[in-house]
C-alpha cells in the first residue's frame, strides 16, 4: 500500500458496487471518515479489478448535498424536514384508512432497479407485500426483463432459470439488443465484458453484433448488422428456419430432456430466411450463414437482451433465442449457454431436483386492461389508467420503492397527474425527484456505502459460480434505519400498529415464526447456522447454509474478496423445476403468440423509427446529480445519421422537434412531443434515430441542483403506455415511430409544457 505512513488512519474497505448488474468488487479507501479513494479490487473472484465511472461515482454519491438524510413530509404542498418518528406517524394516520375505506387493493406498491440492488429491500419487501396484500404489484421488470422470466418459467421451469453465454469458453457469440460495453451487461452478470470478449477473439473466436446502432459493443465485434428496429422475431424465425432446412439442428446433451421439436419443426417452417430477411432488413443469406456459424461451432452461444425484450414480440424473442441455443446443441453445454449454480436464494438449487411446480401465470388480471398478472406483478404501464379508473379495486394510494417511473415508464406525464390525484403517496427514495415530488412523505435509506451487501439475483445469472458479501464501509448516522427496517416498521402498521416498534423484535418475530414451519431437523440447522444474527445477515446466513455448497455466512464475511466457486458446469435435468421434469421447447402458450407475427412482409416503413441508448456515465434515470458523472459532453442528444438529418433539414448541434408518429392514438395529445438537440452520427442505421431514457429533470419541485442545470428530456414523456408485449406485459420501448422536425424559431405552442402535468 501507498499509504504507509498514513496507515494508521487509512483504512481499505472491500465492498460490492450495487449499481448495476455487473456487481464490480470495489476498494475503497477512508480516511477519517471520509472516502479518500475507489477503485476496482484486483483479487475479486469475480470481477478481477475492472470498474467503471460510476463505481468511482459513489464518493460523489454519498457526500451528494442533494441525497436526502431526512424523512420529507409534504404540509401545505411544501415538504418539511421531520424525524422518522414524526413520519410514521403521518403514515400510520393516512395509509391504514385508505385500505379500511377502500379495501386491501386500493394501495399500490411499485419497486424499482435499485432494489435487486439491495439486500435489505429485496428481502423485506415482500414482508410488506405480504401485510398489504393488495394485487396491486408493480416493478420495473415490466419496463425490461419480463419476456426472460416467461420463458424461463415455461421452459425451465422457474422464472429465475436464466441461461447465460459461458463467455470464459465460447468461441461464438451473437448478441442481439444489448451493448454489454456501456450497460455492463444485463441479465449476464459479466464484469469487464469488453476483457472477456476480447479473450474469446484472443483464442480465435468470434463475437457477432445485431443492433440498429454501431455500438460501442458493435465496435468491438468482428461482425455487426444493423437491424430493423422490432425486426428480430424476423431475423430469429429465419435463423431458425435455417437450422432446420439446412439439416443443422442437434440437440446435444439436453436431448434426454427435451419434448415438442417437431411442433417446433412445423411453427417455423414458413418463416424462411428469404421472407424475413426484408423485415429484418437482413440479408437472407447472411440469416443462413449465422446458423451454419452457430450450429458448427463447437462453443458457441446467442444472447439477447432488453433491446429485444422491449418490443411487441419480446416474450416470442426471448423464446427463439433460447430455442437456437438448445436446438443447436449448445444450451446447458460448456461454451454454450449455461445456468449458473448460485450460493443463496436461487430456487432452481431449492427442493428435489429435477421436478417442481412449475409456473402459472394469470391468477388474476388487471382491472382496466385484463392484463394478466406475471411472476406476481402486474404491468406497471397499466398503473396509471388503475389510478385513474373508479370503481372497486381503483388504487387510492401508492408506495414506490426506489424507483423513478415519472421519468422511466411510459408516459410519464400520466403517472404523475395520477400520482397527484391519490389520497397518499409514500416514496421510499433517496432523493426528492420526479417521483418522489408527488408524495405526502419520503423515507430515505442509507448511503450505499453505509449499506451491507449481498447480491440476491446476479449470482443466480453471473458469469462465474461466487459467493461475495460487503460489510457497511461508513457507519450511519445516528437515527437512520436500514431500509429492511423501515420495511417492517411500515408492514407492522398496515397490520394495526401504532405508535414506536422495536424493528429487531419484528423481525424476531417472523423469523420465529417461519422457524416454526420449518420441518424440527432443518430449523435445528437454521438457528445453529444463524446464531448471533439478525436481519438480512440472518436470513443469509440461511440461504447460504441451505444453499447448494452449504456456506457458513462467517466464512463469507471474511472473504470480502469472494469465494470461487468456479467456472459454470452442466446442470441438466438437475436444474428443471417443470411439472414434467422436461423442457418443453414448445409451450401452447408460445405456439399460440406465434400466431401473431403476420407473415406476409409488409413494406418497409415509412416513418423514422426511435430506439434508446445507455452511457456508462449515467444510470436510468438517477445518477445525473454526481459531478464526476455529470461532467464532459452532453449525452442527452437525438443521434441521426447524417444522411436522414440533410433529408429532414435539420443541422448538427440544432435544436428539433420530435413527436410521436401515432396520430390515431387516442392518448397522443398526452404526449405532444420533445424538443431534442440533433447529434450527426454515422453509427445510426438509416432510418433510425437514438435517445436515451432517464432525463427530463426541469420538472418542477424536484430538488437535483446539478441535474436541473443540463435536464435534457424525458423520452419516456414521448412513449405511450398502450404498447405492450401480450404475454409478459412488457413495455414496447423501442422501434417506436416518430416524426422529426427542425425546431420552428418559436416553439409550437404545447412545447415548453411537455413533461410536466
Ligand atoms: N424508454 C426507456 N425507458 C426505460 C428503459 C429504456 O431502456 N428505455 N429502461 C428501463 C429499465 S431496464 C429499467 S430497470 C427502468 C429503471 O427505472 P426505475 O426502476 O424507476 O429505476 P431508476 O430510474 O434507476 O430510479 C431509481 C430510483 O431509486 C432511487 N434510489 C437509488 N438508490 C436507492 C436506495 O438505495 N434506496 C432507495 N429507497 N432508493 C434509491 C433513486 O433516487 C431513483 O429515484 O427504466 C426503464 N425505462
Ligand atoms: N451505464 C449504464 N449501465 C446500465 C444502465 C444504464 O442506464 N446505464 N441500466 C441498467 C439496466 S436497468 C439494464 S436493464 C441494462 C440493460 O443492458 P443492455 O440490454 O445491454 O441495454 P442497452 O445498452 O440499452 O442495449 C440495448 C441495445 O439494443 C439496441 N436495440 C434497440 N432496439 C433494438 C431492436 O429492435 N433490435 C435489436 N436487436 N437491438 C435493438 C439498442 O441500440 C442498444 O444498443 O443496463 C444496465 N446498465
Ligand atoms: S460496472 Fe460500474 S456501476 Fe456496474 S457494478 Fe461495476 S463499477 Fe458498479
Ligand atoms: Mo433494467
Known sequence: MSDTHSASTTRTHHRICPLCEACCGLEIKVQSGRVISIRGHEADVLSRGYICPKGVALKDLHEDPDRLRQPLIKRHGVFEPASWEEAYAEIERRLPAVQAAHGAHSVAVVAGNPTSHKLGLMLYYPRLLKALGTRHIYSAATLDQMPRHVVSGLLYGHWMSVPVPDIAHSDWLLVLGANPVASNGSMWTVPDFRGQAKAMQGRGGKLVVIDPRQTETAQLADEHHFIRPGGDVFLLLGLLNSLFDQGLVQLGAAAPWLDGLEAVREAVRPFTPQRMSERCAIPAATIERLARELAQTPRAAVYGRIGTCTQAYGTLNTWLIDLLNLLSGHMDQVGGTMFPRAAAFAANTQGPPGQGRGIVMGRHHSRVSGAPEVMGELPLTCLAEEMETPGEGQVRAVITLATNPVLSAPNGARLAQGFEGLDFMLSLDIYLN????????????????????????????????????????????????????????????????????????????????????????????????????????????????????????????????????????????????????????????????????????????????????????????????????????????????????????????????????????????????????????????????????????????????????????????????????????????????????????????????????
Open 434 to 757: 420526479e417521483t418522489s415530488r408527488h408524495a405526502d412523505v419520503i423515507l430515505p435509506g442509507p448511503s450505499p456505502l453505509e449499506d451491507l451487501h449481498y447480491d440476491v439475483p446476479y449470482p443466480q445469472m453471473s458469469w462465474r459460480n461466487h459467493a461475495r458479501y460487503s460489510d457497511p464501509v461508513l457507519p450511519r448516522p445516528e437515527g437512520q434505519p436500514e431500509e429492511w427496517e423501515t420495511l417492517l416498521r411500515l408492514a407492522a402498521i398496515v397490520q394495526g400498529a401504532r405508535g414506536p416498534q422495536d424493528p429487531r423484535a419484528l423481525d424476531e418475530r417472523l423469523f420465529q415464526t417461519d422457524l416454526a414451519r420449518l420441518p424440527p431437523e432443518q430449523a435445528q440447522a437454521v438457528s445453529e447456522a444463524t446464531a448471533g444474527l439478525h436481519g438480512p445477515q440472518r436470513l443469509l446466513a440461511q440461504a447460504l447454509d441451505q444453499g447448494p455448497y452449504r456456506l457458513r455466512f462467517a466464512d463469507v464475511q471474511a472473504t470480502p474478496a469472494g469465494l470461487d466457486l468456479g467456472p459454470l458446469q452442466p446442470r441438466l435435468p438437475e436444474l428443471l423445476r417443470t411439472t414434467t421434469g422436461r423442457i418443453d421447447l414448445a409451450p401452447p402458450a408460445l405456439l399460440k403468440d406465434l400466431e401473431r407475427v403476420p407473415l406476409n412482409a409488409p413494406a418497409a416503413p415509412a416513418a423514422l423509427l426511435l430506439i434508446g441508448r445507455r452511457d456508462s456515465r449515467s444510470n436510468n434515470s438517477w445518477m445525473h446529480n454526481l459531478p464526476t458523472l455529470a461532467k464532459g459532453p452532453h449525452r442527452c442528444t437525438l443521434l441521426v445519421h447524417p444522411e436522414d438529418a440533410q433529408t429532414l433539414l435539420l443541422q448538427d448541434g440544432a435544436m428539433a422537434w420530435l413527436t410521436a408518429d401515432d396520430p390515431s392514438a387516442d392518448d397522443a395529445a398526452d404526449r405532444p412531443g420533445l424538443s431534442v438537440q440533433v447529434e450527426f452520427s454515422d453509427r445510426m442505421m438509416r432510418g433510425v434515430v437514438s435517445l436515451p431514457h432517464g432525463w427530463g429533470h426541469d420538472l418542477a419541485g424536484a430538488r437535483l441542483g446539478l441535474a436541473a442545470q443540463r435536464p435534457g428530456v424525458n423520452l419516456n414523456a414521448l412513449l405511450s403506455d398502450r404498447a405492450r408485449d401480450p404475454l409478459s406485459g412488457n413495455a414496447v420501448l423501442s422501434g417506436v415511430p416518430v416524426q422529426l422536425r427542425p425546431a420552428p424559431a418559436m416553439a409550437p405552442q404545447a412545447a415548453p409544457a411537455t413533461q410536466d402535468s
